[in-house]
């Protein structure tokens, strides 16, 4: 008969656990769910078919580490806690129990369990006795050896029990008399399903080549010898209880009894004894023979439980990490906070089932929402939105606008989101409102709202925390990005641009002014005796001046315009697109503006403080750098100064008007 080696494959991962040791590992489950890894791993060295499994897993690509995994200590290392506990679960929980099981396959079961935990501890205890270096490796090799037999029992019972008749009949050993009936032995088998799985070499060719002779001193001697140590536990599993398993052929072989007796007499008869004495201590913990069907059946029906709410989480964490992956693609392609929040928002409009998203984000000495919505809201909506975010704003609702102060911007989504209705939304009917917190301080506010009765349960929310801490992660990450370049191109004093920064401005300005025929103007201007201020009133006082010109310079400049501070009481503005008129203008406008400004109000002393200002505007002759269109304006402050002071002195020389060409 032929064989397929894929199917029995199937079937070995299929095969169920004995009922008493899952009834064992079950109440063991239930009563300590966080079981350490030691406690894991102890239940899982009682069932072979669970081993089976483990080992298929940890040596599958899913984990990366194939051909690598031969022993249940580096499958610990590798599967994690949950995976295990899942895989436990998972085992005991598929038991199938029929209403009147066949007494003769619940004993064959309850043998080859036995065969098989025994052949594991005779393994590992031989291992250690001859010097072999894994004896965690020997254990597992004695544990499935002969997890094939199993499976060909199972699916071949009438079959398989011909085999077992044949080896009486005609004396002959097991590998022998499979080979009458199929097309292949079971170890050979076992040899070509373990190679399939990726199981290392050693570990699978042993389970292979346990029933041959094998000469200990060949180049393969690790596997030789582990194959040795399986067939000699084999031989003491089936002495414990009776029996030879197939193997009395091969006792009978001189070469064999001189192959196996040094290693079943390394050992040693106390040795023997103590391992059998470890056995029946398991077979006593899982109440061999005894299984109490109903309280398993209870047992089963809160395992299910658990592993329905294990499915609960894993279906939440998939969700968590497709999500996450969409962000965090997003977080690398923002450059402002603006483009951040819209893509956030995208992202969880797409994956949650809910009717609008919004954040609440400080925005300098205001609040802005930001919000996606699938459908149109109505203006009772929007403002519960505002409301519900300013709530739960933590540490300065205080200092918070009231709702309708609260601007509120809405993030473009693509018509794909959409869907069909997208009708008014009448009424709000739940929300979930999340803290953003960053490394210091609050960021904001992320909510979720929705027209049914729970946006979230409460379950969803401690989970959805995640995903709202990569948020928030990323919202901080960028704010400090932003600020530190801020930083980097501001004067700290008064929040205007740096020298170094206005210097950039100035030499992109007018390299575009000279490819696109455009004008180009610039006003410098320095405080008059500002030293006087400081000799009479102190650098504080001095620095509180220069803070509130840089105010007056923001409130003054036009959007397009780049205002700087250039050095000490020294300030420039550069125009660009602006003819010599324009520039002249707003030069006189600020100076009767800083003329008429009272400084240092809180003082009994109130100051006023003038300026003097040089205007320069290209085209202008002798002029072709932006160094020297900088130099003519600086030449005009000077000027200025030398003239009196508190007045406008433009560059020499008469630049183009506004009606005529720049070439």
């Known amino acids: 008969m032929k064989l397929s080696v894929d199917l029995l494959a199937s079937a070995a991962l299929d095969a169920d656990p004995l009922p008493e040791v899952s009834q064992t590992v079950l109440k063991e489950l239930l009563r300590n769910p966080s079981s350490r890894r030691e406690d894991l791993l102890d239940l899982v060295k009682l069932d072979p078919s669970l081993c089976l499994k483990l080992l298929y897993l940890a040596n599958s690509r899913s984990f990366g580490n194939p051909g690598r995994v031969a022993s249940l200590e580096q499958m610990a290392e590798l599967l994690d806690h949950e995976i295990i506990l899942d895989a436990l679960m998972s085992q005991v929980s598929r038991f199938s129990l029929t209403p009147n099981p066949s007494i003769l396959t619940m004993h064959d079961h309850q043998l080859f369990w036995k065969h098989s935990l025994a052949c594991a501890r005779f393994s590992e205890a031989l291992a250690e006795a001859s010097g072999f270096p894994d004896p965690s490796t020997a254990y597992l090799a004695g544990l499935i050896h002969d997890y094939i037999k199993e499976t060909l029992y199972l699916n071949y ?56 002779l094998l000469d200990l001193s060949s180049e393969e001697k690790r596997v030789s010898v582990l194959a040795a140590i399986i067939l000699a536990a084999d031989i003491l599993a089936y002495s414990h209880r009776q029996g030879d398993g197939g193997n009395a052929f091969l006792l009978r072989s001189e070469a064999h009894r001189q192959a196996m007796q040094p290693l079943i007499d390394s050992l040693g008869a106390e040795r023997i004894d103590r391992v059998k004495e470890d056995l029946e201590a398991i077979y006593q913990r899982v109440g061999l023979g005894r299984i109490d069907r109903n309280a398993y059946i209870r047992l089963l029906a809160d395992a299910n439980r658990k592993l329905g709410q294990r499915a609960i989480d894993l279906r939440t964490s998939l969700r968590e990490i497709s999500l996450l992956h969409q962000m965090s693609q997003a977080f ?19 994956q949650l089932k809910v009717v609008a998203v919004a954040i609440l984000v400080r925005k300098e000495d205001s609040f802005k929402v930001f919000l996606a919505a699938r459908s149109s809201l109505s203006g009772v909506s929007l403002k519960r939105i505002a409301e519900d975010l300013r709530h739960y704003y933590p540490n300065g609702t205080a200092t918070l606008q009231q709702p309708h102060e609260i601007t509120i911007e809405t993030v473009p989504l693509e018509k794909s989101l959409l869907g069909d209705d997208v009708a008014q939304v009448s009424e709000l009917k739940s929300s979930v409102v999340f803290s953003l917190d960053g490394r210091q301080a609050s960021i904001g506010t992320l909510g979720l709202f929705s027209n049914q009765r729970e946006v979230l349960s409460e379950y969803e929310k401690s989970r959805f925390e995640v995903v709202v801490e990569q948020i928030a992660m990323a919202i901080d990450r960028l704010s400090l990005n932003l600020e530190t370049q801020r930083l980097a191109i501001t004067d700290t004093l008064t929040g205007l641009f740096n020298r170094r920064h206005f210097q950039v401005f100035l030499e992109q300005e007018f390299s575009s002014c000279l490819r696109y025929s455009q004008p180009l103007s610039l006003v410098i201007m320095d405080l008059d005796h500002f030293k006087r201020v400081n000799d009479r009133y102190g650098h504080l006082v001095g620095d509180q001046v220069l803070r509130e010109l840089g105010r007056l310079l923001k409130v003054h400049v036009r959007e397009a315009d780049v205002a700087a501070r250039y050095g000490g009481e020294e300030f420039v ?9 324009g520039a002249t203008v707003f030069a006189e406008r600020f100076r009767k503006a800083v003329s008429e400004h009272v400084f240092c109000k809180e003082r009994d002393e109130p100051l006023s403080i003038t300026l003097s200002q040089g205007v320069a505007s290209f085209p202008l002759e002798g002029v072709r750098t932006a160094t020297q269109l900088l130099d003519a304006g600086d030449r005009a402050l000077l000027e200025a100064k030398r003239t009196g002071r508190d007045r406008i002195v433009v560059a020499p020389c008469r630049p183009l008007s506004e009606s005529e060409s720049v070439s």
């Open 573 to 581: 503005v550069l125009m660009p697109r602006t003819f010599l008129p």
């Open 157 to 212: 019972p009438d079959r398989y029990r011909a085999v077992f008749q044949l080896m009486e009949d005609e004396e002959i050993c097991l590998n022998e008399a499979e080979l009458r009936f199929f097309d292949r032995n079971h170890s050979d088998i076992a040899g070509e399903i373990l190679a399939k799985w990726n199981v290392p070499r050693s570990l699978r060719r042993a389970v292979a080549w346990h029933h041959r």
């Open 332 to 350: 690398a392609l923002s450059e402002t906070l603006e483009q951040l929040l819209a893509q956030v928002l995208r992202e969880l409009e797409s």
